[in-house]
Antibody, heavy 117, light 112 residues
């Protein structure tokens, strides 16, 4: 059974930092592009960052460039999102996902990040 | 960046009746490899999204055949032949042809 389990969400003050983790199991993580997406309360979905199987290519949405860093540890089947200089508008549920163009996609249940003083 | 525009944003439908959602992109979604990477997702309340359709018209495994996708270039449609109660939620189109990959605003389907 495929599982993606996010952790690390918390309440943090503006300007603060947080590191999200995603533990993957049940599929070949080392062969998978992985993605972080987010959904602000009551809002739509936003693709945040994307990382190639070997970590050599990374893509970010403009609103997080220079503040967020996506990374992975294939030996631990884990995906990470380091979030710095957090803003109120970063408040959202953050999802870890494998969304291939053709084969079956998988999403985690999400972890809530709240940026507030 | 590509802008994805869905309509309508709210869709009240009677059970058993058909429904359709439009998704338009600000530029062609035909990739340099010749494929068009336009997907449809459904998100039920308090759940993670689930993909229904990939590459315009291909149903994911386990998706009922009352869901179908069509379109080309910049103009795409999700059609539900007969709406059921479990279809309540928000439908999103998503493109992965161009970076940044992105979603439409979402269409909220509710039962009349």
């Amino acid at each position: 059974e495929v599982q993606l389990v996010e952790s690390g969400g918390d309440l943090v003050q503006p300007g603060g930092s947080l590191r999200l983790s995603c533990a993957a199991s049940g599929f070949s993580f080392i062969d998978s592009w992985m993605t972080w997406l987010r959904q602000a309360p009551g809002k739509g979905l936003e693709w945040v960052a994307h990382i190639k199987e070997d970590g050599t290519e990374k893509y970010y949405v403009d609103s997080v460039k220079g503040r967020f860093t996506i990374s992975r540890d294939n030996a631990k089947n884990s995906l990470y999102l380091q979030m710095n200089s957090l803003r109120a508008e970063d408040t959202a549920v953050y999802y870890c996902a494998k969304i291939p163009r053709v084969s079956v996609p998988y999403w985690g249940q999400g972890t809530l990040v709240t940026v507030s003083s | 960046d590509v802008v994805m525009t869905q309509s309508p944003l709210s869709l009240p439908v009677t059970l058993g009746q058909p429904a359709s959602i439009s998704c338009r992109s600000s530029q062609s979604l035909v990739h340099s490899d010749g494929n068009t990477y336009l997907d449809w997702f459904h998100q039920r309340p308090r759940q993670s999204p689930r993909r229904l359709i990939y590459m315009v018209s291909n149903r994911d495994s386990g998706v009922p055949d009352r869901f179908s996708g069509s379109g080309s270039g910049t103009d795409f449609t999700l059609t539900i032949s007969r709406v059921e109660a479990e279809d309540v939620g928000i439908f999103y189109c998503m493109q992965t042809t161009h970076w940044p990959h992105n979603f439409g605003q979402g269409t909220k389907l509710e039962i009349k």
